[in-house]
């Protein structure tokens, strides 16, 4: 089996990440990562940039990954939606991965320790995905309330904190178990790319008609209910 084209599409968080590569090894990748960022202005610009700069027309793919959650509902609808449009107008196969593994693929240990990828939900709320030094879950994907209660329910040793999250966890956390990586905040689409080979080389396809980001929890805002 020749060597696959694929398109990796990463918008979870505020980061707008988009990245062709051949297999594992990466193409080009375009994002911007910004607070204000819309990623519904330019996320099919950077398809296009993405593509073309890797020389790769889009009726050349042979698959699409992407980062299905959690993190925020309306980058997720974007990605997801864009997704399955490209794989359904090429009939090619959609492969999804959690956007908390995703992010986890920045951080390399050498000894044991618990990795705690966290993306930024509401107020003192995270999305915590706890996995071991090799990437293995060790729990399921959970929104947590980060409080001292929480931080000592967590799996025991010592622990690497890290993502737009980790932050609200620095005031119960004190100690030498606790290590802080502040230079990794967001996933990037760069960090799909062995994932995502992965599972395209076990054929561990989506639906695409009925596949559904995973929001974890219902999106909800501050407008008050109709009545």
């Not at 193409?27 to 990623?39: A, G, T, V």
């Not at 519904?40 to 593509?51: G, N």
Request: aromatic fraction near 8%.
């Amino acid at each position: 089996m020749s060597t696959p084209y694929l398109l990796h599409l990463e918008t979870a968080t505020t980061n707008c990440s988009v990245a062709v590569s051949k297999g594992e090894e990466l193409l080009y990748c375009k994002e911007s990562n910004s607070p204000d960022f819309r990623h519904s202005d330019y996320l099919h610009l950077f398809i296009e940039e993405a593509l073309a700069q890797a020389g790769v027309k889009i009726n050349a793919l042979d698959g699409v990954g992407v980062s299905m959650g959690p993190g925020s509902y309306t980058g997720l609808r974007i990605g997801v939606s864009s997704a399955k449009g490209i794989c359904y107008a090429n009939d090619i196969p959609l492969m999804a991965v959690n956007s908390l593994a995703v992010m986890a693929q920045q951080c390399r240990m050498d000894e044991a320790a618990v990795l705690l990828p966290m993306i930024d939900a509401r107020r003192m709320e995270v999305f915590a995905l706890p996995m071991d030094q090799n990437h293995h879950p060790l729990e399921a994907t959970k929104a947590l309330i980060i409080s001292a209660e929480t931080i000592d329910a967590l799996p025991s040793g010592k622990k690497v904190l890290f993502g737009s999250g980790a932050e609200k966890c620095k005031a119960f956390c004190q100690g030498d178990d606790f290590l802080f990586r502040d230079d990794i905040s967001v996933p990037s689409a760069k960090d799909m790319l062995p994932l995502i080979a992965a599972k395209y080389k076990q054929k561990e396809f989506e639906d695409v008609a009925y596949f559904e980001p995973f929001y974890l929890k219902d999106f909800y805002t501050n407008a008050s209910p109709a009545k």
